[in-house]
């Protein structure tokens, strides 16, 4: 038994290769065959409702909680 990928021989990258492939194609078919059913759903906008914000002028906030020394 191959403990360690350094001392693994050609058959066993081989295993891993092909492991990893045929997870990888799972994946990717799992997620191209995935999708939403309910129409109201799949066509459904985003709206925002409430105030418009608007940015105002930039300030700038200091705070100093020290004893001045002068």
């Given at each position: 038994m191959n403990h360690s990928l350094v001392t693994a021989d050609r058959t066993t990258h081989l295993k891993i290769v092909a492991l990893s492939l045929i997870a990888a194609?799972?994946?990717?078919?799992?997620?191209?065959?995935a999708r939403i059913?309910?129409?109201?759903?799949?066509?459904?906008?985003?709206?925002?409702?409430?105030?418009?914000?608007?940015?105002?002028?930039?300030?700038?906030v200091t705070v100093r909680d020290g004893i001045a020394i002068r």
């Open positions: 194609i799972a994946v990717i078919l799992i997620g191209i065959t059913t309910d129409p109201d759903i799949a066509n459904a906008r985003i709206e925002a409702h409430g105030p418009v914000l608007k940015a105002g002028k930039p300030s700038a």
